[in-house]
């Protein structure tokens, strides 16, 4: 058997790397991580464009009907351009828990209206991923208090699905009463997160039984897998830039690429992440076939691109010198992507543990 792409997954991979091309540039993400936020719309608008939202729609609903390996080849993407997009959380989490909540979610258009474009919904898997102090949910009917900290994909989202402590799932209108938002400063500039509170701020409850605990834990399973493959696009764009430059800074009258050392170092961070794609795919192929090893891949691939990602990053600015620290070439904004991917939806200790867990080695 060849597990490779298909041709039109090709072309997909193919279109949205030459869109980013032209539309994120590196000037671009400089500008974006500058605070402009008429970059990053017209970015977001291009990209939008595509119709990538619906990708997890199905074709009914009017999505696109693909699968979560599709989400993946455009994430990595994403990542290798360092595109400021919020799509794990728009395009991958919210849909998926979306359609595991099946009708109860469904018959409210939720699934439509995002694949029209006409809602964004940012996630809060809240202690699903990992706890931290002062978080947490309680609703009382659809009234919800409570607090959602480091929450990526608010900035541009309408709305905002929340698992509360009872495992019921409401969908809440960013714009309503009682709901506020602080965007927090973080190392990665090309993406906001934030902190949104609620102060007894209605919510639709759109389940309210075993099926909430499920549908989340399906986002956040989707969303890892989508966050790996991110770090992969980063992590690959790293290493070319550094055996590119290693082509073209000369050192004793010969490019540093021809040195022993520097050439080891690259040949290290190709050997590192190659296998990673194949883990990538193989973790989307399993989300999409149902497989009862998704979950389990999608901790693999995310804590496995987590170690992999930080050790290129490191050593591709190493290859760079003194330079790879200057905002001259601007590799840090790819070094940041990596190491905020490392921490989202659990850092790699947390999700190794998880999948010890579900492999049964520890209760």
């Known amino acids: 058997?060849?597990?490779?792409?298909?041709?039109?997954?090709?072309?997909?991979?193919?279109?949205?790397?030459?869109?980013?091309?032209?539309?994120?540039?590196?000037?671009?993400?400089?500008?974006?991580?500058?605070?402009?936020?008429?970059?990053?719309?017209?970015?977001?608008?291009?990209?939008?464009?595509?119709?990538?939202?619906?990708?997890?729609?199905?074709?009914?609903?009017?999505?696109?009907?693909?699968?979560?390996?599709?989400?993946?080849?455009?994430?990595?993407?994403?990542?290798?351009?360092?595109?400021?997009?919020?799509?794990?959380?728009?395009?991958?989490?919210?849909?998926?828990?979306?359609?595991?909540?099946?009708?109860?979610?469904?018959?409210?258009?939720?699934?439509?209206?995002?694949?029209?474009?006409?809602?964004?919904?940012?996630?809060?898997?809240?202690?699903?991923?990992?706890?931290?102090?002062?978080?947490?949910?309680?609703?009382?009917?659809?009234?919800?208090?409570?607090?959602?900290?480091?929450?990526?994909?608010?900035?541009?989202?309408?709305?905002?699905?929340?698992?509360?402590?009872s495992r019921r799932i409401h969908i809440v209108d960013l714009g309503s009463q009682g709901v506020s938002i602080k965007h927090l400063d973080t190392i990665d500039r090309t993406r906001v997160f934030s902190e949104v509170q609620f102060d007894r701020a209605p919510g639709l409850c759109l389940c309210d039984d075993e099926r909430a605990g499920r549908a989340m834990d399906a986002a956040i399973s989707a969303g890892r897998v989508a966050l790996a493959a991110d770090t992969l696009g980063a992590a690959q764009t790293m290493l070319d830039k550094a055996v590119a430059y290693s082509l073209e800074r000369k050192q004793f009258g010969r490019p540093i690429g021809s040195f022993q050392a520097v050439k080891h170092m690259c040949a290290e961070m190709a050997a590192a992440l190659e296998p990673c794609r194949a883990l990538v795919w193989q973790a989307a192929h399993a989300f999409d076939q149902g497989s009862e090893e998704a979950a389990l891949m999608a901790c693999l691939a995310n804590s496995h691109l987590a170690e992999v990602g930080t050790f290129v990053a490191k050593t591709a600015t190493e290859v760079h010198g003194g330079m790879g620290f200057t905002d001259l070439l601007g590799l840090h904004h790819w070094f940041k992507r990596i190491g905020a991917n490392r921490q989202l939806l659990g850092g790699p200790e947390r999700v190794r543990e998880e999948a010890a867990r579900l492999q049964g080695w520890v209760n």
Do not use: Y
């Open 1 to 165: 058997m060849r597990f490779a792409l298909s041709e039109d997954q090709r072309q997909l991979e193919a279109s949205l790397k030459g869109l980013l091309g032209q539309v994120c540039t590196l000037d671009a993400v400089r500008a974006v991580a500058a605070s402009d936020f008429e970059t990053r719309i017209e970015i977001d608008g291009a990209l939008s464009g595509m119709g990538l939202g619906g990708v997890l729609v199905a074709e009914p609903l009017g999505g696109l009907g693909l699968g979560l390996l599709e989400a993946v080849i455009a994430q990595d993407a994403f990542g290798a351009a360092l595109a400021p997009v919020d799509f794990v959380a728009h395009a991958v989490m919210a849909p998926i828990a979306l359609r595991t909540l099946e009708t109860s979610a469904l018959s409210g258009g939720w699934s439509e209206r995002i694949a029209a474009g006409t809602a964004r919904v940012a996630v809060a898997p809240m202690e699903r991923s990992g706890a931290r102090e002062g978080a947490g949910f309680n609703s009382v009917g659809d009234e919800l208090t409570g607090k959602a900290l480091f929450v990526f994909g608010v900035m541009a989202a309408t709305h905002i699905l929340v698992l509360c402590e």
